[in-house]
Nanobody
Framework: QVQLVESGGGLVQAGGSLRLSCAAS????????LGWFRQAPGKEREFVAA????????AYADYVKGRFIISRDSAKNMVYLQMNSLKPEDTAVYYC?????????????????WGQGTQVTVSS
């Protein structure tokens, strides 16, 4: 089992920045890939970014590329999502997720563990 706890959400004006954190615990070695997803009201959960614990690969959704940065601190079992130049359409609940394989990083249905989510609200 892997436990994930997100933090760092909040209310920010358009153009501002937030950094989300995800603390991983448990059998983290069994989940080599971590991703960030988001879900806005009335919409499906969508991929935001993902990385491998090894540091050998990162992926971003086109709508956040160049604005968001995913990173990790392996020693602390932490994954971060630095969000810059935020837009109102970035408003959503953001989830951290972990998976036991290194394929299909962008598919939420392929992730095994999920955090409880943290709300991000961007005002115009």
């Amino acid at each position: 089992q892997v436990q994930l706890v997100e933090s760092g959400g909040g209310l920010v004006q358009a153009g501002g920045s937030l950094r989300l954190s995800c603390a991983a615990s448990g059998r983290t070695f069994s989940s080599p890939a971590l991703g960030w997803f988001r879900q806005a009201p009335g919409k499906e959960r969508e991929f935001v970014a993902a990385l491998l614990w090894s540091g050998s690969g990162k992926a971003y959704a086109d709508y956040v590329k160049g604005r968001f940065i995913i990173s990790r601190d392996s020693a602390k079992n932490m994954v971060y999502l630095q969000m810059n130049s935020l837009k109102p359409e970035d408003t959503a609940v953001y989830y951290c997720a972990a998976k036991s394989s290194m394929v299909a990083l962008t598919s939420p249905g392929r992730y095994d563990y999920w955090g409880q989510g943290t709300q991000v609200t961007v005002s115009s």
